[in-house]
C-alpha cells in the first residue's frame, strides 16, 4: 500500500507551509537551477491578455494559492486591476506577501487567509480568477474549480497551472541511485490530484476550456550542494532522520556515494485557460 500523499496529507500542511522561509529556499534553489521555460507569472499575464475581453479594465483579479505574493505583485503591476486578492491557507506566507506589497502603490492588493474549498469572495465578484500550482493540494479538485467558476463574473476568466506527473523524474533516480531513498522513482507523484494529463478534464467540470498550453521547463542544478538545497525541502522522499530539512547533510551525503556534477530535471508545465459556461444563470 502507498503511503499517503504528502500534498494531500492535511497532517503535513503545516511542515510544507508552515515557514514562509521554507518556501523561499525551495523556489529559490529551483529558480537559480531554471534554464528554460517563461517565468509562469509573466504567462499568466500574456494568457490573460489574450484571452480576456478587456484586460486593461479589470476590476478584481483572485490569486487562489498565492502563498508568498509572487503572482499576486506581478498581475497588480503588469495588469493593473482595479484589485488584486491574494488567497492561501497559510498565515505565515500570507504575512510575506502583505510585507512585500507594501512597496505597491498604483493597484489595491489584500491578502486573505481562506480555503479554496469554499471562497471567501460573492458569487460573480471576480473578472479574473487565478489558481497556479494548487489545485493539487485537494483531495477533491472539482470542488476548488466549481469555486472559481461561482465567483467568476460572466465575462470573466480563470487561469489554472500545475505540473506533470513525471516532473523532476531525473532527480528520483539521483535520490535512489545515491541510496537517499532506494524507492525514490517508485513514489506516487506529488501531482497526481491535478496534473497536465487531467487539469482541463477537471476544469471542464464547472467551466468552458478555451485554451491549454503546455511548456517545457529545464532546470540546472550546478551539483550536489545546489541539489540538496533543493531536496532538503522536497517532502516525496522516504528520508533517514536528520536529512529531511537538512541540505549540509543532504549534500554530504550525496558527494560521498555520487560523483559531484550538474543534474538537469525537467518539469512539464501545463496552463489551462478557461471560462464560465455560456449557458449558467446570470
Known sequence: MNEPNPFLDPARQQE??????????????????????????????????THHGQPDRLGVVLDIGCGRG?????????????RVVGLDAAPSLLARARERAKE?????????E?????????????????????????????????????????????????????????????????GLDPRADQHDSLYTAAHSG??????????????????????TFDGHDHTAQYLATNPKYDLAPGLYGNPGALAATLHEFLPDRPLITRSRVTFVVAQPNEGRPA
Open 114 to 178: 481562506g480555503d479554496f474549498h469554499d471562497v471567501p469572495m460573492p458569487a460573480g465578484s471576480c473578472d479574473v480568477a487565478i489558481a497556479a500550482f494548487c489545485v493539487y493540494h485537494s483531495p477533491s479538485p472539482k470542488d476548488v474549480i466549481a469555486q472559481i467558476a461561482r465567483v467568476l463574473a460572466p465575462e470573466g476568466l480563470a487561469v489554472l497551472v500545475t505540473k506533470g506527473v513525471d516532473s523532476y523524474q531525473e532527480m528520483d533516480h539521483l535520490v535512489a541511485s545515491a
Open 16 to 49: 510544507l507551509y508552515g515557514r514562509a522561509s521554507r518556501l523561499a529556499g525551495r523556489t529559490s534553489a529551483l529558480m537559480r537551477a531554471k534554464t528554460s521555460g517563461r517565468p509562469v507569472p509573466e504567462t499568466i499575464v500574456s494568457l490573460v491578455q
Open 70 to 82: 509572487t503572482s499576486s505583485l506581478v498581475i497588480a503591476e503588469q495588469l493593473r486591476p482595479q
Open 198 to 219: 487531467n487539469l482541463a478534464d477537471l476544469a471542464a467540470s464547472s467551466l468552458d476550456v478555451i485554451a491549454v498550453l503546455d511548456e517545457e521547463h529545464v532546470f
Open 104 to 112: 505597491l502603490h498604483d493597484t489595491t492588493v489584500d491578502f486573505v
